[in-house]
């Protein structure tokens, strides 16, 4: 659900683009620049665990052993979601 808006905040940004004359009337995302960091929202937001899942990723360095399970390398992708928190804000603050 989260990627609907996503799409629609990118072309809402596009539009602002082309009211400002920062790109031509006819350009799109891709000539405006947004696709990259477009796909790397969505690939971000879109990350969630998968439930019965459970594969460990096990290495060695420095002399010791580390084992990160899938669920907690998802949670730490999933934290950068929180970002969306301080975009709303930044949105919505009266004080901007």
């Not at 539009?15 to 995302?29: A, D, V």
């Not at 796909?39 to 084992?67: D, Q």
């Not at 399970?69 to 709303?88: A, P, T």
Request: charged share 15%; glycine share 8%.
């Amino acid at each position: 659900m989260i990627d609907i808006f996503i799409l629609v905040r990118y072309w809402r940004t596009l539009e602002r683009m082309k009211i400002l004359r920062q790109i031509s009337p006819k350009s799109g995302c891709l000539k405006a620049g947004l696709i990259p960091s477009l796909l790397l929202e969505m690939v971000i937001c879109s990350a969630v665990s998968i439930p019965g899942v459970t594969y460990v990723l096990r290495g060695s360095e420095g002399g010791g052993t580390y084992s990160y399970s899938l669920d907690s390398l998802m949670n730490i992708i999933g934290l950068m979601k929180s970002y969306q928190v301080l975009r709303l804000y930044w949105h919505y603050c009266s004080w901007n």
